[in-house]
């Protein structure tokens, strides 16, 4: 697909066109970006995924029995939903996509943007009246409705430091003001692109309203630091400190001078700005996965053999929905190719491969290396065999 080519999903818009006007930079409303769109799970069935152990959700109850805007935190039971009037309430579960494979494969209509800024689809459920309250989140997210209506109010862009409603476990704004002609009612299909910073209120208008929050990710400069650091600072040699061979007679002996304050920064700038350990650690970084649950190790060993034969007979491998890759070329047909917070140096055609949104099938294990790489992701439970039929039932 050309980025220049127009898209249903933004409107008819090419995807050059939506990142140059759109993206990170103001809202964007598309009537009927999945046209037709049926909600591949119900909120029967969204409930049922927050009474399971292992699965993020949280209940936001507007008018809660210990007060307003109670927020509580799954796994819940039936007699929780049993209890919760008809309206004013919201359940939300994070990352559905790990646990749906429908839901994972709407993630295939966002890799117009990069596959490793994908961080989750958190799926709201809400009666009517229900909303989390109007508040700013610091990401990018496509709320895409996928039934039911829900009515979406943006207040503009808001400051790091608006006040926001004290004495409750929501970061809910004190202030919300709805900007002219933003204000619109979604119906299933509908989305509405909203990049960080920006003030949202989403209150649900029907008994079924499920809304899809397609959401990206990016690290904050505090993250990134002290996570880079770390990583650094773990192969650094005891020796590498702070040295002042240079050194001047002191005029008075407890000054801090220019000089001692310049060969501190020299340390630290000329010891961070190493692009190769760069390279290592934004790759490990931006893999790592949601949940230190994942991936799942097989349980059987894997032999490469057998890996290479069913793959010959047909088979396909799949990439583990919440596992995350990235690869990046070094030249003379090398890479590191990144999966799940681990690097792997291989053959640059075979690290796009397995990074890439093509099918694992057979074509892929003329590539060097292939075989031993795919059977080691296998072993890891960054990649497994599709399901048969009969297992998809039992979960
Ligand atoms: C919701 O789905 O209720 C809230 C999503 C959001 O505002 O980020
Ligand atoms: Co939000």
Known sequence: MSPDSPLTLLGGRSVRDFLREYWQKKPLLIRGAFPDFVSPLSPEELAGLACEEGVESRLVEEHGPDGPWQVSHGPFD??????????????????????????????????????????????????????????????????????????????????????????????????????????????????????????????????DCLTFSVGFRALSADESITSFADYLGEQLPDSLRYADPDLEPATQPGEIDDAALARMRRLILETL???????????????????????????????????VAALQAGETLERTPGSRFAHRDHGESRATLFVDGDAHDCDSTLAARIAGDEPLDADTLPLPGAPALLAELLQRGSLGWPLAPDDEDDT
């Open 78 to 207: 039936e007699a929780t939903f049993s209890r919760l009037p008809a309206r004013d309430w919201t359940l939300l579960v994070q990352a559905v996509d790990h646990y749906v494979p429908e839901v994972d494969a709407l993630l295939e209509h966002f890799h117009f943007l990069p596959r490793w800024r994908l961080d989750d689809i958190m799926i709201s459920y809400a009666p009517p009246g229900g909303s989390v309250g109007p508040h700013v989140d610091q990401y990018d997210v496509f709320l895409l409705q996928a039934s039911g209506t829900r009515h979406w109010q943006l207040g503009g862009l808001v400051a790091d430091e608006a006040p926001i409603v004290q004495g409750i476990d929501l970061k809910i704004l004190e202030h919300f003001t709805v900007q002219p002609g933003q204000d619109w009612h979604l119906e299933p299909g509908d989305m509405l692109y909203l990049p960080p910073g920006v003030a949202h209120h989403g209150v649900s208008e029907s008994e």
């Open 273 to 307: 700005d190493d692009p190769s350990q760069l390279t290592q650690w934004f790759g490990r970084a931006m893999t790592q996965p949601k949940y230190p649950d994942h991936p799942v190790p097989a349980e059987e060993t894997t032999d490469v053999d057998a890996l």
